[in-house]
């Protein structure tokens, strides 16, 4: 506790706006290793469409990883990569660069530290586990919301939680911010992940963790989520304006935290894997008692896009399923510490935590 304010590392270097992606050869060239490649973690998506793979120009022995984002990251799969990857090349790659949503961008961050420490990726679930600096790393959003692209943390879900490795080392060297990348997201997709970006924002700015540094962060992402999800925005400016909002709201959340949604979406996520954007949107739609003027508002969004959630996912769980979603999420103690206060417990137990799950 003698330095109790954090001293957080940012990214270093960023680029901006339509088209910017054509750089990423330039910028690449300028730390590539003889006879090391770059490895391109690239979401699955993608697979098949070659204007878009043929800009990435690769040299020598680079190579391209397709992953699926069904799933969200697990620390096995991080392993899985690292030993393919050390059995495949002699060297060390020159570099990790993600390409996709939250869930490629985090497992690039993952990858590109347990190349260079030891153990499992389970191991780092945590905070400042990590002992050696990562892999030079470049995040690339293909959609908008998470924030994981500017945040010191990757999520993973491992043998006994879902938690974040959050480290000096964790963010991205390099961000390359082009919204072109995210024309051809699917309506609903859009929505849920930027929801996420929204649901930081209310977090935040409702927390007691709240501060000048989360708060002139918080509120530009919070003003320009109503300009995307409330106004009448062309195309083009909402996507460049949602892809800003993702990055302030991950800034918010850096110098204080999340709460209620994500507490109880992590839990939710734990035991019947809904994906984060979807499953805090559930969440959140039942947390008016937390939040009364950010779920009104969330509720006014969704039926401006005509989206609907689907309702009753908890009640057919059996006792030791609600339970392990209980016990996943109050374990979250700095959310709940950030969202009700330290005494937190006065307030939130298991019986009200049940309930409210029984809601959803
Ligand atoms: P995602 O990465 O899972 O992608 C969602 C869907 O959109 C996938 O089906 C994907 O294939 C598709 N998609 C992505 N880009 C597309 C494009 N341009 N065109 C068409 N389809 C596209 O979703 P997400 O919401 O971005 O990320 C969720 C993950 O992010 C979770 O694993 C969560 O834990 C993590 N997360 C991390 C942080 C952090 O700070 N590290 C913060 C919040 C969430
Ligand atoms: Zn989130």
Known sequence: ANNPHKNFPMVPRIVFGNGCFDQLPTILNKKRAVGAPFVYLVDDVFKGNDTFINRIKLKGNDVIKYISADYEPKTSQVDVIVTELKEEFQLLPSGIIGIGGGTLLDLAKAVSILLKNPGKAKDYQGWDLVKSPAIYHVGIPTISGTGAEVSRTTVLTGPEKKL????????????????????????????????????????????????????????????????????????????????????????????????????????????????????????????????????????EMK????????????????????????????????????ALGKNWQEVMNEATLKALFLKM
């Open 164 to 299: 974040g490795i959050n480290s000096d080392y964790t963010p991205f060297d390099q961000v390359i911010l082009d919204p072109d990348l995210t024309k051809t997201v699917p309506k609903d997709q859009w929505f849920y992940t930027g929801m996420d970006c929204y649901i930081h924002c209310i977090e935040s700015l409702n927390g007691t963790y709240l501060n000048a540094f989360s708060q002139s962060y918080g509120e530009k992402a919070y003003d320009l989520c109503k300009e995307i999800f409330l106004g009448n925005l062309e195309d083009e400016e909402s996507r460049a304006k949602l892809m800003m909002a993702s990055w302030h709201g991950g800034m918010s959340i850096a110098y204080s935290q999340v709460g209620v949604a994500h507490a109880m979406s992590y839990g939710m996520s734990y035991v019947l894997g809904t994906k984060h954007g979807i499953g805090n949107c559930i969440v959140f739609d039942k947390l008016e008692d937390y939040y009364p003027k950010g779920v009104a508002l969330f509720k």
């Open 303 to 338: 039926a401006k896009h005509n989206i609907t959630l689907p309702q009753g996912l908890c009640k057919d769980l059996t006792e030791q399923q609600l339970q392990t979603m209980v016990d996943v999420s109050l374990g979250l103690t700095p959310l709940w510490e950030n």
